[in-house]
């Protein structure tokens, strides 16, 4: 075989696996977002200070009082999860079909 095809290939090859571990990591992420989003009253109620304001600072963006009252916004992750359970519509599957498939949380347990 020629030189430059194999190299080629490895090129290929080592790209495929890099593109396998960034699914794996951007999974992974999706899946504790979910479950952050599914416990957050149980997981917050268990921490210690520290670990609390961690979790508020990762579901929440600019927690501040005005009057008393806290004001805040969600984290853009958690404002499309808030926004899919007001209208029930169901998120897009992020394949070619564009479906309004609901998508399975089975894949993270």
């Known amino acids: 075989m020629d030189k430059e095809f194999i190299s080629e290939r490895e090129d290929i090859e080592t790209q495929i696996k890099r593109h396998g571990k960034a699914d794996d990591v951007y999974k992974n992420f999706g899946c504790l977002v979910l479950d952050v989003?599914?416990?957050?009253?149980?997981?917050?109620?268990?921490?210690?200070?520290?670990?609390k304001q961690y979790l508020a600072n990762f579901v929440?963006?600019?927690l501040s009082l005005l009057e008393k009252k806290l004001q805040f916004r969600?984290?853009?992750i958690f404002d499309a999860i808030?926004?899919?359970?007001?209208?029930k519509n169901g998120l897009r599957d992020m394949d070619s079909n564009h479906d309004r498939q609901i998508q399975s949380l089975s894949s993270c347990r």
């Open 37 to 51: 989003a599914e416990r957050a009253g149980q997981i917050y109620g268990v921490r210690n200070p520290e670990e």
């Open 60 to 62: 929440f963006s600019n």
């Open 74 to 76: 969600f984290n853009l």
């Open 82 to 87: 808030k926004k899919y359970q007001k209208d």
